[in-house]
């Protein structure tokens, strides 16, 4: 039997999941799980009107002003330095300096800005995946250790000799 409620949007899948538990439906219930997305900004109820700004929420909600991420050491003078807080005051002094005047967030793998974005949207499995198939260190620790290995092994026969 095909249940005749239709399903619009994610505020309604838990009645639907309801029932196909319900009714044993087994397969039914497998496909509303698999049409979710791991991306809960396209999730009905965190939809947002066009006319909405991050501006808006930060005067919304009385939020501070957004954190810089990247710093132009080219362009900008007053590039903001909070390390001299952290030696001298420790941690406390650095985060009370920090939230007195914050510093950029400097946040570069070598990668692109374009890649970067497109890395942030991916889920954490993709990025792991994807650091995994970029960053061959394990491929260099494994001939240095290979280096190693070989340069005891004749260090060994010298001294024999």
Known sequence: ???TISLVNELKLGERLNLAVGANRRGEFGLLLALLSANTAEMAQFQH????????YRAQFTLAPEQLLLADLNNDATVVD???????AGTEGFRLQDGLTQEALVIRKGEGEEMQAVMA??????????EKMN?????????????????????QILLQV
Do not use: W
């Open 82 to 88: 909070n390390s001299a807080a952290f030696h001298h």
């Open 135 to 155: 960053n061959p260190v394990g491929v260099k620790a494994a001939a240095l250790i290979e280096q190693l290995t070989t340069q005891r092994q004749m260090s």
């Open 49 to 56: 009107q066009k006319s909405s700004t991050a501006q808006h």
């Open 121 to 130: 949207n991916c889920d954490y499995h993709t990025r792991k995946r994807a």
């Open 1 to 3: 039997m095909q249940s």
